[in-house]
T-cell receptor
Framework: QKEVEQNSGPLSVPEGAIASLNCTYS??????FFWYRQYSGKSPELIMS????GDKEDGRFTAQLNKASQYVSLLIRDSQPSDSATYLC?????????????FGRGTSLIVHP | GAGVSQSPSNKVTEKGKDVELRCDPI?????LYWYRQSLGQGLEFLIY????????KSGLPSDRFSAERTGGSVSTLTIQRTQQEDSAVYLC?????????????FGPGTRLTVL
């Protein structure tokens, strides 16, 4: 059974700080990794995708992947109250010829002014 | 352009009734996924369609759940003899292909309440 583990939080950070969201996974065969943001009552939307070890930066967001440690993280710099949401870690693994997605339960982030 | 649409947005039904949930993916997207999200929980994968291939049904929780995709576009998720534990938000997502590297675009969801 593929597992994606996230701390449910809430993670509370002050406005302007760096928020660090972490995710571990069990399937070493996982190939693609995603961070989705989900506002309360809304659908998930993609923030970042990462496929190879290292860092990937996009604006205020940086995704970090370490396949040896089976660990993926999301850093949000200069956090804003509008970043307050649940962040879902997801991965895609080849299973029986299909790329089946697995999502974590999400980490709730609260950015307070 | 239009995103993924789902209907109805809300559905209240009585235990034991059948329900049909509809998903209209983004035009041209070959991959379509159904998920279930219970309150405070993550997304539970249900079923996956890729083009004209046989769907991957490995996530369906019981044989009361079924789905079809007509003409490689619109999909319908059917839940027969609904139970209270089926109450959740059902999300549909589509993706340009099924290589596992593409973004999934989610619809607004259908909130199902089984009384």
């Amino acid at each position: 059974q593929k597992e994606v583990e996230q701390n449910s939080g809430p993670l509370s950070v002050p406005e302007g700080a760096i928020a660090s969201l972490n995710c571990t996974y069990s399937d070493r065969g996982s190939q693609s990794f995603f961070w989705y943001r989900q506002y309360s009552g809304k659908s998930p939307e993609l923030i970042m995708s990462i496929y190879s070890n290292g860092d990937k930066e996009d604006g205020r967001f940086t995704a970090q992947l370490n396949k040896a440690s089976q660990y993926v993280s999301l850093l949000i710099r200069d956090s804003q109250p509008s970043d307050s949401a649940t962040y879902l870690c997801a991965l895609s693994s080849l299973s029986g010829g299909s790329y089946i997605p697995t999502f974590g339960r999400g980490t709730s982030l609260i950015v307070h002014p | 352009g239009a995103g993924v649409s789902q209907s109805p947005s809300n559905k209240v039904t009585e235990k034991g009734k059948d329900v049909e949930l509809r998903c209209d993916p983004i035009s041209g997207h070959t991959a379509l996924y159904w998920y279930r999200q219970s309150l405070g929980q993550g997304l539970e994968f249900l079923i996956y369609f890729q083009g004209n291939s046989a769907p991957d049904k490995s996530g369906l929780p019981s044989d009361r759940f079924s789905a079809e995709r007509t003409g490689g576009s619109v999909s319908t998720l059917t839940i027969q003899r609904t139970q209270q534990e089926d109450s959740a938000v059902y999300l549909c997502a589509s993706s340009p292909d099924a290589g596992g590297t593409d973004t999934q675009y989610f619809g607004p969801g259908t909130r199902l309440t089984v009384l």
